[in-house]
């Protein structure tokens, strides 16, 4: 009439600009009717003072999960694109790393564990998991900036601050915290290991010298108690240990082996030159004719066991008794069904001569032991001959590598690394623990087969007046019998996979052994 437009005060003409106004506010997430106004074209992920508080509480969770999911993403959808495209970038090159130590696992291991135990490779990844770590606490900061929690509700705004730290625990606290693993390892590895490069199989097996050590204080140095030689099959990983009886005489060292001019006629001294003796007294006396050996004493017993089994020893690995019952508990005890009662205490005091206190039994039957019963259980001596021991020796060895899991590995990685750092002491390299993992692995498909020097697969008298010769062609005929086997479990298995039931306690006789000697029920055992 006056010539204005009805609408030129801003307000709706009728109910079809009423409903139009009604979707452009739904659009942009007006979802609270205290926030109808008019339209205004901003995107809530953005701009949230425009938003309601519904559409705000979705937008904070829907940031914070793509934090957590995808780290960047909520930068880059927010407006902060530089920092979330960096972030994508780093995601990208996280996931092609998990990929290719996924397909590592599958198909070949031993470049993944060299990567992780080398000592550089194994710094920079300690630097980039905390890279990781700071970087995602750093973007949860951001993110929580972003969602701006001074517009939430206040219930809202308590529970999205909660989900914050909680996430940041989570994730960079669990970064954080496999750093600090990759750092136990690295220094655990560091300790133990040797350097140098890996050494090659002799006839397609590693041969590896395996002592118990004591050093008690009752004792002038340490003495190897137990003696054993594991041989590994360098392709199916089927181990077979070769015990070595601490008074075996004689001991004849190979033409190479500097032992071999101090005692060209073998360690035949006296009464006193039995094979435990060889380590303390080449540790007094002959240490120089091994000049580059950290351990002269561990390597001419590798010369001894060499010309007593006539195969060729390439490393050793001492475990000292004295820390054995930490180790033990490490891996949260051994299970052994144990044959016969066996003492804890006993024995003969070397000062008095008068017979020790027994405080307990170890009893018959199955018996799931920690540190302290599994190192009674391999070293008690009353009521045992020197050949039982040796029997529990070989079932506690079993049932360790039974026990040596996976998942005891992982959740029990600290206590096993700071235990071996102070019970293991060996010369196999760093360099070669790719493969050998590869070897555990594959050994664990098969039984462990085992053989002595001794009774019972000879009589009492043999380690006083060993046939070296006869020796030499059981071992071989043990190893060969061994090596038979995995052909035949690969032609049987599909695809020429090695199958075998699981770790036992199989025990190839040789057809030409002399007499055997009967263990008493003392040294009988198995490993469930």
């Given at each position: 009439m006056n ?9 709706p003409?009728?109910?079809r600009a009423a ?7 739904a659009?942009r ?8 106004g008019?339209?205004?074209?901003t995107d809530?992920?953005?701009h949230?003072?425009?938003a309601?508080a ?6 904070a969770w829907?940031?914070?999960l ?5 780290p ?11 920092t979330g495209r ?14 290719l130590?996924g ?9 993944l564990?060299?990567?992780l135990?080398?000592s550089?490779?194994s ?6 998991l905390?890279?990781?770590?700071l970087?995602?606490a750093?973007?949860?900061f951001?993110?929580l900036?972003?969602?701006r929690?001074g ?9 999205v601050a ?7 625990l989570?994730t960079?606290?669990g970064?954080?915290?496999s750093?600090y ?10 300790e ?11 006839e397609g ?6 002592m118990?050590g ?5 004792r002038?140095?340490?003495?190897p108690?137990?003696?054993s030689?594991?041989s ?6 089927h181990?077979v240990?070769i015990?070595?009886p601490?008074?075996l ?5 190979p033409?190479?082996?500097p032992?071999a ?6 360690f035949?001294?006296g009464d006193?030159?039995?094979l435990?003796?060889?380590?303390t007294?080449?540790t ?8 580059d050996?950290?351990d002269?004493?561990a390597?001419?017993?590798k010369d001894?066991?060499?010309g007593a089994l006539?195969i060729?020893?390439?490393?050793y690995a ?5 820390g ?5 508990d490490?891996l ?5 069904d144990?044959?016969?009662r066996?003492p804890?205490g006993?024995?003969t005091?070397m ?5 020790n206190?027994i405080?307990?039994y170890?009893?018959p039957?199955?018996?799931?032991m ?6 009674w ?6 009521g ?5 021991r040796q029997?529990?020796?070989?079932c506690?060895q079993?049932a360790?590598?039974?026990q040596?899991n996976?998942?005891?590995v992982i959740?029990?990685?600290q ?5 071996g ?11 070669q ?6 070897l ?6 098969h039984?462990?087969e085992?053989?002595a020097a001794?009774p019972p697969?000879y009589?009492?008298s ?6 070296y010769?006869q020796l030499h ?5 043990v190893?060969?019998e061994a090596?038979?086997r ?8 599909p ?14 006789v040789?057809?030409?052994?002399v007499t ?5 029920p003392?040294?009988t055992c198995?490993?469930?």
């Amino acid at each position: 009439m006056n010539g204005h437009h009805p609408r030129a005060h801003g307000v709706p003409a009728g109910p079809r600009a009423a409903d139009d106004h009604a979707t452009v506010s739904a659009q942009r997430g007006l979802d609270d009717a205290e926030h109808a106004g008019p339209p205004r074209l901003t995107d809530p992920l953005r701009h949230p003072q425009h938003a309601g508080a519904g559409t705000r509480a979705r937008r904070a969770w829907t940031l914070l999960l793509s934090t957590l999911v995808v780290p960047g993403s909520a930068q880059l959808v927010a407006g902060r694109r530089a920092t979330g495209r960096a972030a994508l970038r780093v995601d990208v090159v996280v996931w092609a790393a998990l990929l290719l130590a996924g397909l590592s696992v599958l198909l070949w291991r031993t470049p993944l564990v060299w990567f992780l135990t080398n000592s550089v490779t194994s710094l920079l990844l300690i630097a980039g998991l905390l890279a990781l770590a700071l970087g995602w606490a750093v973007l949860f900061f951001d993110t929580l900036r972003l969602i701006r929690p001074g517009l939430l509700a206040r219930r809202t705004r308590r529970a999205v601050a909660a989900a914050t730290v909680a996430l940041m625990l989570v994730t960079s606290g669990g970064l954080a915290y496999s750093a600090y693993l990759v750092s136990v390892a690295r220094g655990a590895v560091g300790e133990v290991f040797g350097g140098g490069l890996p050494f090659r199989p002799s006839e397609g097996r590693y041969n590896i010298l395996l002592m118990g050590g004591d050093s008690g204080e009752d004792r002038s140095g340490r003495r190897p108690d137990s003696m054993s030689v594991l041989s590994v099959d360098a392709d199916t990983g089927h181990t077979v240990t070769i015990s070595l009886p601490r008074n075996l005489q004689n001991v004849p060292f190979p033409e190479d082996s500097p032992m071999a001019e101090v005692y060209p006629e073998g360690f035949n001294c006296g009464d006193e030159c039995i094979l435990n003796a060889l380590y303390t007294d080449v540790t007094n006396n002959y240490a120089e004719l091994y000049p580059d050996a950290a351990d002269p004493g561990a390597e001419a017993m590798k010369d001894a066991a060499e010309g007593a089994l006539g195969i060729e020893v390439q490393a050793y690995a001492l475990i000292d008794m004295s820390g054995f019952e930490q180790l033990v508990d490490a891996l949260g005890g051994i299970t052994v069904d144990v044959g016969g009662r066996v003492p804890i205490g006993g024995g003969t005091d070397m000062v008095t001569g008068l017979p020790n206190e027994i405080f307990g039994y170890i009893e018959p039957g199955v018996q799931h032991m920690d540190g302290y019963h599994a190192l009674w259980y391999a070293r008690s001596r009353e009521g045992a001959t020197d050949y039982d021991r040796q029997a529990r020796q070989r079932c506690v060895q079993a049932a360790m590598l039974k026990q040596l899991n996976p998942v005891n590995v992982i959740t029990r990685f600290q206590e096993l690394a700071q235990s071996g750092t102070e019970v293991v002491q060996t010369d196999i390299p760093q360099s070669q623990i790719g493969s050998f993992v590869n070897l555990a692995l594959k050994a664990k498909e098969h039984e462990l087969e085992q053989f002595a020097a001794g009774p019972p697969f000879y009589d009492q008298s043999f380690p006083t007046y060993p046939d070296y010769e006869q020796l030499h062609a059981d071992v071989d005929r043990v190893l060969e019998e061994a090596t038979g086997r995995d052909a035949q479990d690969a032609e049987a298995a599909p695809g020429g996979t090695a199958v075998g039931p699981g770790l036992g306690m199989a025990v190839p006789v040789p057809a030409a052994l002399v007499t055997a000697q009967e263990l008493t029920p003392n040294g009988t055992c198995s490993v469930p």
